[in-house]
């Protein structure tokens, strides 16, 4: 349930603000223990995901480091083989 979320902090380019809803929209998901709410549950679904959407964009924008931005595309890379030698992922 909580694949989506990624670090997010020091990429270049910045994180997405779809990025930041989606690693908030899988938080809640998991925290709530489902997917999808009920509709008596659904104002106080969207208002959690978006509450830790702004909180999390706030905290990505307060983050302070010296080390170098990280490429995404080679983080890919690495997490894509990390995969294949675990054997979760077949090489296609």
Avoid: W
Wanted: proline fraction near 4%; hydrophobic fraction near 40%.
């Amino acid at each position: 349930m909580c694949r989506n979320i990624h670090t997010l902090h020091n990429f270049e380019p910045a994180a997405t603000a779809d990025e930041v809803h989606a690693a908030a929209l899988q938080y809640v998901r998991k925290i709530a223990g489902t997917t999808k709410p009920s509709k008596a549950n659904q104002e106080a679904f969207d208002r959690a995901v978006h509450e830790i959407a702004h909180i999390t964009q706030h905290l990505l924008d307060d983050l302070v480091t010296t080390a170098p931005p990280k490429n995404r595309e080679i983080e890919a890379a690495k997490a894509r083989e990390r995969a294949v030698k675990s054997g979760r992922y077949a090489v296609a």
